[in-house]
């Protein structure tokens, strides 16, 4: 076996958080799309085991249908993908809990890309996940 990550940006959220951005939700289109990528991702055979999620709410939203389509696997809100965004962090729980798993991390950009060509040693995500 081996250990898969998939990084998923946050689905499109509503354009207003109410002046706090800690509170924008997902908009209608940004749900539709994400269960049609979540429906493609299915399609290819790839299926979390478990999901590692930013505590900010519009991420939370995305990993819930994420989770919804994957027959509700388990949600982990990790603190390293919000505001205080640690790579080390998120190393460190590849490393202890993450060994031959698939593991989708929902969070946000550009700190996702960002972790995303650590990993990979080279820029693999361009100007960012969309």
Do not use: W
């Not at 900010?56 to 389509?69: D, G, M, W, Y």
């Not at 190393?91 to 990993?119: E, I, M, R």
Request: charged share 25%.
């Amino acid at each position: 076996m081996h250990t898969r990550l998939v990084a998923i940006r946050h689905a499109k959220p509503v354009s207003e958080g109410n002046g706090d951005e800690t509170l924008r939700i997902l908009s209608e289109e940004g749900r539709a799309k994400q269960k049609q990528r979540m429906q493609e991702l299915l399609d290819d055979g790839i299926v979390p085991e478990l999901i590692l999620c930013s505590p900010l709410i519009r991420a939370r939203q995305t990993a819930e249908i994420v989770s919804e389509f994957s027959g509700n696997v388990p949600i982990k809100i990790h603190e390293a993908l919000g505001y205080d965004f640690n790579k080390d962090a998120l190393l460190t729980f590849v490393n202890q809990y993450a060994k031959n798993k698939t593991v989708f991390f929902v969070g946000h950009s550009p700190t996702l890309s960002d972790f995303v060509n650590k990993l990979a040693g080279k820029n693999v995500t361009g100007l960012g996940l969309p």
